[in-house]
Nanobody, 123 residues
Framework: VQLQASGGGLVQAGDSLRLSCAAS?????YAWFRQAPGKEREFVTV????????IYADSVKGRFTISRDNSKNTVYLQMNSLKPEDTATYSC????????????????????WGQGTQVTVSS
């Protein structure tokens, strides 16, 4: 499965962006992670393709929304009220299994990764 992420850019604090992750095949879970310079990779959100269950990191809850388009095999990350601390390279990932203790936080839960797309939020 190949994942193609897009939609990053340079915006001001308070602005919105929508990231897209187009998948070449079908997987059960799709997630977004982000990594800022000098920091470890951080879980952002995940969605289960069948059923649409979602999980969000506390830092983005209420501001970010993950969704999927079955017809396009694409997952979206709508990011509103962006903050400078949201600045990072955002990567999408896909896996098969949903469940277990904090499973979604572990990058090893995902088998496929797309390339990153840069999001920069200026103050």
């Amino acid at each position: 499965v190949q994942l193609q992420a897009s939609g990053g850019g340079l915006v001001q604090a308070g602005d919105s962006l929508r990231l897209s992750c187009a998948a070449s095949g079908a997987m059960n879970t799709y997630a977004w992670f982000r990594q800022a310079p000098g920091k470890e990779r951080e879980f952002v959100t995940v969605i289960r393709w069948s059923g649409g269950d979602t999980i969000y990191a506390d830092s983005v809850k209420g501001r970010f929304t993950i969704s999927r388009d079955n017809s396009k095999n694409t997952v979206y990350l709508q990011m509103n009220s962006l903050k400078p601390e949201d600045t990072a390279t955002y990567s999408c990932a896909a896996g098969l299994y949903w469940g277990g203790s904090n499973w979604y936080l572990n990058p090893r839960s995902y088998f496929y990764w797309g390339q990153g797309t840069q999001v920069t939020v200026s103050s």
